[in-house]
Nanobody, 119 residues
Framework: QVRLVESGGGSVQAGGSLRLSCTAS????????MGWFRQAPGKEREFVAR????????YYTDSIEGRFTISRDNAKNTVYLQMNSLKPEDTAVYYC????????????WGQGTQVTVSS
């Protein structure tokens, strides 16, 4: 059974930093590209960042590029999202997801972790 568990969310002031973690179990983690998504109140879930299986390539949505960094440690079955220079508009529930190689879809999702940025 695939399980993704996020941690590291919290409340910070604008300009602060947080590091989110997502640990996977029940999968061969190194086979999966991983993504981070977020959903703000009243808005649809949106893509934030993606990292390939071997971490050679990363992708970001335009609004966070340069402030957020996605990384992974395959030995620890964990993907990270380092978030710097946080803005109030970054407030959302952040989810990690695993891209199933057979379907090329993000088929597995964590439960989410709340990030709140105050001005």
């Amino acid at each position: 059974q695939v399980r993704l568990v996020e941690s590291g969310g919290g409340s910070v002031q604008a300009g602060g930093s947080l590091r989110l973690s997502c640990t996977a179990s029940g999968v061969t983690f190194s086979r999966y590209a991983m993504g981070w998504f977020r959903q703000a109140p009243g808005k649809e879930r949106e893509f934030v960042a993606r990292i390939t299986q071997n971490a050679l390539s990363t992708y970001y949505t335009d609004s966070i590029e340069g402030r957020f960094t996605i990384s992974r440690d395959n030995a620890k079955n964990t993907v990270y999202l380092q978030m710097n220079s946080l803005k109030p508009e970054d407030t959302a529930v952040y989810y990690c997801a695993a891209d199933e190689p057979r379907t090329h879809n993000y088929d597995y999702w964590g439960q989410g972790t709340q990030v709140t940025v105050s001005s």
